[in-house]
Every structure is written in C-alpha cells, then in structure tokens.
C-alpha cells in the first residue's frame, strides 16, 4: 500500500466534484457564468490529486491506495486506486476538465446554464466513484447514479419532446442491462455466503480482493441450464457483461447511444469520451480475472465487441447529421475495446491493457471530434453536413484539430515504428491481438470482423471531413471561428490525440499489467482456468509483413474513397444514396431497429400480445371473484328469507330438527 498523506486524500477525487454539484445547484444563478468557476476548479483538483496518485504508482510498482469502512457491518464502502483505476481516474478528471472549459463559452447563451454544471459536476462526480470503487456493490450504486445524470443531461432540453424523448429511450434501454448486471450481484452474493458459509468475521465479500479469492470454488460451482452444465463463473460473467452491454452501446442495447445528442454537444463529449459509455468497459476490465476464468464469457465478449464495431460502421457511413456520425464511431469503437477484452482467453491479463490504452487514446480524439463538431454547430447554425461544405476556410483551428482526431481514429501511423497517432498504436495493437487470437484458435472472425471496421471508420470520418471542411459552402451561413476558450482545449486534445499513443505504448502497457499482480488482488494468474499467458508484447512483430501493413491499407483505402466521392466528387451518388435504393434504406433507416423495438417489440409485444394475454387473465380473475360474489349474495338473499322474525317459527326448526337428529341416530345404531 502506498502510504504517503495521498492516501488520506483520495476521497476527495470524487467527493469535491459532488460538493461542486451541491454548490452550483442552490447557487449557480447568483454566479457569473452559471457559476461555472466551481466544477472547474473542483474537477481539476480532483486531476491535480489522481495525476499524482498515478506518478507515485508509476514509481512504487505493485502499490496500491486502499482504504476500507465498515457498512452495516458485512459490507464496507472503500477507494482502490490501483494502475487500472489510476489511468481512467487521470483521464476521467483530464478531459472531463477540459469540456467543462469549453462549455463556458458554448453554453454562455443558455439560461440554464448553473443546472447544466450542476449536472454535469455531478456526472463526473459518480463516474469518479464508480472507478474507484473498492467492492462490487459501490460500483453499482455510482453505476446507477451515472445513468440517473446521462438521463437529465441528455434531456437537458426537456422542453423539445426529442430531447426528452431521447433521454427516457436511453434511461430504459440502460435498465435493461443494469437488471443484469444486478442480478449477476446476487448471484454473485449467494455463491459467496454459500461457500464461505456466511460472511466471514473481519471480511468483506463483495470487495474485489474477496471475490477474487474465491474464483476456485466460483467455477466449479455448476448449474444444469437447458440440458447443459454451466458454470455459475460464466453465468455471473455474462450477466455483468450484460451490464456492459447497456453501458457501453453494445449490440443490441445500443439504440439509445445516437438518440443521446439530443443534449449538448459538449454533453455528448463528455458521455462518449469520458464517462458513461467508458463505465461498460472499466466493469469488465476490473472483473476481468473472472472473466479470464470463465472463457465461455470471454468469446462472447470478443464477439459481441467485434460485431458491434462492424455493424455501427456500417451505420456511420450513411448518417448525415455531423454528431449522429459521431455516435455510431463511439459504438464501433467501444465494440473495439470489447473485443479486446474478449480476445484473452489468447492473449491473457494483456488484453486489459490493449482495451484500455484504446479506451484512453479514444477519450482524447473523441472528445476532441465531438468538441469540434459543438464549435461548428455553435459557429454556423446546423449540424446536417450537407447544408454545410467550405467551413475549413472560415475555421483553420477547428478544421485543423478535427482532421488530426480523424486520423487517429482512423489510425494513421506506420507499423514497427514509433511514427502515428494515438488511435494507431492501440487499435492496430487491437487487430493484432485479433490476428494472434486467430492463430491461438484457428477463428479469425473476430480479425476480419475488426479489419473490416477499420475500412468503414476511415470512410465515414473523412467523409465528414470533406463534407464538412472542404469545397464550397451549401447553404448561405455565416461561419466564424470559435473564441479562444473553446479552441484552447482543441489544441490540447490534438496534442494528446497526436502523440500519447506513441510515447506510452509500453510503459502504459507495463504499467496495466500491475493490475492484478499487486498486494491487494494478491492473485496467483496462474491457476486461473489453466489458461496461460501469452505477451502479446512479445508476440507483436511476428506476424507476417501484410498482417502488420493491412490496417494502414485498409485506413488509405477508405480514406481514397472518400477523397474521390465527397472531394473530387468524381462519383455521382444520386443513385446511390437514395432511399430507392434498398441497402442504402436499410443502412440509413439502422436495420429499422426503432421499428424493431418500438413497434414490434413495444408496441407490438408488450402493449400488443403480453397486455392482450394479461388483459384476458385479469378478465378471467375477475369474472371468478364477480361469480363468487354473485353466488355468495345470492345464498344470502335466500337465506335471509327465512329469518323471519317470529320465535315460534324458529322453535318449530329447532323441535323439526332436534326430531330428524334423534331419527338419524336411532337408524344408525339399528344398523351397526
């Protein structure tokens, strides 16, 4: 344990944005700028102190920051800051800081502004304590409260029936996955006090370091579902990673990610780069010796991840509204860092630091897209890319800044050099991973599944960047650069976006693999499943020449297309991008998954059939209990008639039927 006064500090990470929120919200209105001035200057104390926390780390391998408090006795609260925690707490606090910058002046016009960072403190607040949390049950409290703040910021402006709309598809579609991920707690909860017989005097079965112990006796626990043994690891694996699914826009629960820019720009930055999206990920990453041990689990990870980076692909290409590209980008690039949690039943514990090193490069060049976009929809007026065309000449900065983050989110960089942006160096490490996953199993569906989304990600972001940047405008706007405080955090982001991929590629992955080899998880990886590692450090380098080239092949290749289609405009796409055409309709209309869940499903299923069946039952019920009722009143309608009144008429019953008794009586014993 690093024990400096750091420790004593590392509360306040999370703590100070969420007394930000509590300020700005009873306050802001009384404050310039909303009262901007307060989150800002909470959330870059809360960087101030990660940063640190992770320089020490860096120095003092194998260390932690722990701290644990009694709760109700079997449960505790607790901050775990560790190399995995540390990284994502740098860059949650780092980029949510340089939004939060950028949106005094995108959000000057708006008058509610002290709700908007009041909301927002409090969005990076939970996110803070989501990653630090020490034990299972902490983390889904903050994972809870995470959508609670994306429910109110996407809806921010509840007065636009899209917008609350949009907020309410995306707060329900998460529940779905947080009813997963909430179940697979308590079975999690039972198998534990089963096989330890009770909580355990002095420990605390939810926190990480308790249920990692007890991986062993979790996976020989089995269960005979459908005719088949699976192991309860599994099942509580893939109900998490169920939770992952809603969080991070997963196939199928990613229909909320593009209903989200319904909110602000700057909110979009924050939910696809920085928080939200990010907690799906960092749930599986800090479960990951589960999951590592249940392999079953792992393959649909890697698949489920694969498939969703194609499919958003396949999405992005035909969107016209410049932010809807964006969040199917942010869906295919989660789909990327899933699979390459997936990919290590081939790779082991490595695969933590390749999904993580992409899911820190992309926060940069994400942000930074998303930021840009904000700066041209502020500048110009709209967001549909073909009313727009020409903006680079009114914009260089933005312009600039935006072409820099579609290169490395289309992974620009030469292979076996250290020359190329940040996307570069992790998503290449990714296909590559997918290549020697490939070769471990002889499945290369997830590699051609990645291959083939890298293609379509460098179409459709220089698609964007040539309807957006370059030719001449298609709609009579009045563009202007955006003032420096809004394009002083670009500058910053292009920096990152440009060269942290190639100047921590190895230390990052060094320092990741501390993860779960240090004195608070004290595990023996080894015994996990039997299942060895394999250094995809070591392995990179060994694949064939056209292995290593064809991801920056296939990003040229994409990039060509667009120069020819939406720069040269050499191609004619009427034809083409018309909704007469079918695959065109299709892609444009996103496999009419609205309809799909909407009419069908909601309105179709659940409004139709289940309520039409729940309707008849309670018909039914009723009809029942009405029957009884009529039955029973009726008996005493009749019954009543003879309560006359009169004493002779109730003694002559009596005699009558003291008479029968005697009777009844005397032919029995005749008879015995």
Not at 43 to 53: G, L, N, P
Not at 149 to 170: D, H, R, T, V
Request: proline residues 4%; contains cysteine; glycine residues 8%.
């Amino acid at each position: 344990m690093v024990k400096t006064a750091l420790e004593e500090f590392a509360f306040l990470i999370p703590l100070l944005p969420a007394l930000a929120f509590v300020i700005t919200f009873f306050f802001g209105r009384k404050m310039s700028s909303g009262g901007a001035i307060v989150p800002i200057l909470a959330i870059a104390a809360s960087f101030v102190i990660s940063f640190i926390i992770t320089l020490r780390l860096l120095t003092n391998p194998g260390e932690v920051v722990s701290q644990s408090y009694s709760w109700f006795a079997v449960l505790n609260i607790g901050v775990l800051i560790d190399p995995l925690a540390a990284v994502m707490l740098s860059m949650v606090s780092f980029v949510s800081l340089l939004i939060h910058i950028y949106a005094v002046s995108y959000m000057s016009h708006d008058s509610g502004k002290p709700r908007y960072f009041a909301e927002t403190a409090l969005f990076t607040a939970a996110m803070l304590s989501l990653i630090l949390s020490d034990n299972i049950l902490q983390l889904f409290v903050s994972w809870e409260l995470v959508g609670l703040c994306s429910y109110l910021l996407i809806g921010f402006w509840f007065e636009k029936p899209s917008a609350a709309a949009a907020a309410k598809k995306a707060f329900l579609t998460t529940r779905v996955g947080d009813v997963l991920f909430l179940t697979g707690i308590i079975v999690l909860t039972s198998d534990l006090l089963k096989i330890a017989g009770g909580f355990p005097a002095g420990t605390y079965l939810l926190r990480f370091d308790e249920i990692f112990s007890y991986i062993p006796q979790l996976s020989a626990l089995q269960a005979n579902i459908f005719g088949f043994e699976i192991s309860h690891l599994t099942i509580i694996t893939l109900l998490f990673f169920g939770g992952a699914i809603g969080k991070s826009g997963q196939f199928p629960l990613h229909v909320w990610l593009p209903d989200a820019m319904e909110g602000p720009t700057t909110v979009s930055a924050l939910i696809h780069a920085a928080t939200m999206v990010t907690a799906g990920v960092y749930l599986v990453a800090r479960t990951f010796p589960m999951f590592i041990a249940a392999p079953h689990s792992l393959m649909v990870v890697a698949y489920v991840g694969g498939f969703t980076a194609l499919f958003a692909g396949t999405m992005g290409i035909v969107m016209n509204d410049i932010k809807r590209v964006l969040a199917f980008s942010t869906i295919s690039q989660l789909g990327y860092m899933m699979l390459g949690l997936g990919l290590g039943s081939a790779i082991g514990l490595d695969a933590v630091g390749i999904s993580l090193f992409h899911l820190i490069n992309h926060a940069f060049f994400k942000a930074l897209l998303f930021l840009c976009a904000g700066s041209v929809i502020h500048a110009v007026g709209t967001q549909d890319m073909r009313e727009l065309g020409g903006v680079g000449k009114v914009m260089p900065i933005t312009a600039a800044t935006m072409t820099i983050a579609a290169l490395a989110l289309a992974g620009f960089g030469i292979p076996g050099t250290s020359i190329g942006t940040s996307g570069f160096f992790s998503k290449d490490a990714i296909i590559e991973a997918a290549y020697l996953f490939g070769e471990h199993s002889n499945n290369w569906i997830p590699y051609i599944f990645s291959i083939a989304a890298a293609f379509l990600t460098s179409i459709y972001i220089f698609r964007l960047i040539f309807m957006t940047f370059t030719g001449k405008p298609r709609s009579n706007y009045h563009g202007h650069e955006s003032p420096a405080i809004m394009t002083i955090p670009l500058s910053i982001l292009a920096l990152f976006a440009l060269v942290f991929g190639g100047l921590t590629q190895t230390g990052f992955m060094d320092f990741l693999k501390e993860t779960f080899a240090n004195s608070f998880v004290n595990l023996d990886i080894g015994s996990l499943a039997g299942i060895g590692r394999n250094e995809l450090v070591e392995a990179t380098g060994h694949e064939p020449l056209f292995i290593l080239w064809l991801p920056l092949i296939t990003a040229l290749a994409g990039l060509a297309i667009a120069f020819v289609i939406y720069y040269l405009r050499i191609v004619k796409l009427g034809p083409l991008a018309s909704m007469k055409n079918p695959i065109y309709r299709l892609l444009y209309k996103r496999y009419y998954q609205h309809e799909i869940y909407t009419e069908f499903f909601s309105l179709g299923i659940v409004y139709g059939v289940i309520a039409f069946l729940t309707q008849v039952v309670d018909v039914l019920i009723d009809s029942i209990v009405e029957a009884i009722a009529i039955i029973t009143v009726g008996a005493g309608e009749e019954l009543r008639r003879i309560q006359t009144g009169v004493v002779q008429t109730y003694a002559t019953a009596v005699i009558a039927g003291v008479s029968l008794l005697i009777i009844l009586v005397k032919l029995i014993m005749e008879v015995l």
